[in-house]
């Protein structure tokens, strides 16, 4: 299935992508990953999901060291074909978004950030795992909190 010629993606389209391991059902019914309104747009919107799962995933289990977690590896690192899977690289070895998300989460020192799910609330977590083996000492961390606009009211929204 070639550019964005055909969108949304008819069953003969669907059944091409379902042996390129495309999985139809998880993607639109289970994560409701936007379907954008070309091919191209929906890759963008897929790998944006994807990034975001292994970056909140790798970082939860970081959480976790030493309570009950030990060792966590990259599940389906590399495609070995041209395919449409949870890799981070692609069959020729091009990162996907989601790679570089796990970069950054698996690096030695990390700070993370989780916001409060009740919206009522303006507290943060915040974390710093330190995975080096250098004691860490005179630092400081700078939480930001906005979106690309730089618009704090993203941070918090007040109950409706």
């Not at 299935?1 to 289970?30: I, K, V």
């Not at 590896?73 to 690289?89: A, E, G, H, N, R």
Request: net charge negative.
């Amino acid at each position: 299935m070639g550019g964005d010629t055909q969108w949304p993606p008819n069953e003969e389209q669907l059944s091409a992508l379902a042996y390129r391991n495309y999985q139809h059902h998880e993607t639109q019914n289970l994560a409701k990953v936007n379907l954008g309104a070309s091919l191209t747009e929906y890759i963008n919107n897929t790998q944006q999901y994807q990034r975001r799962v292994n970056k909140y995933a790798a970082e939860q289990l970081r959480l976790k060291k030493n309570n009950g977690i030990a060792v966590i590896y990259q599940f389906m690192f590399v495609d070995s074909w041209p395919s449409i899977t949870w890799s981070v690289l692609d069959d020729s070895r091009n990162p996907k978004p989601a790679y570089f998300a796990l970069k950054e989460s698996f690096q030695p020192i990390l700070g993370i950030a989780s916001v409060n799910p009740d919206s009522s609330s303006k507290l943060i977590n915040v974390s710093v795992i330190n995975d080096s083996r250098d004691e860490l000492s005179n630092v400081t961390l700078a939480v930001k909190c906005g979106d690309r606009t730089e618009d704090l009211s993203t941070c918090w929204r007040e109950k409706e």
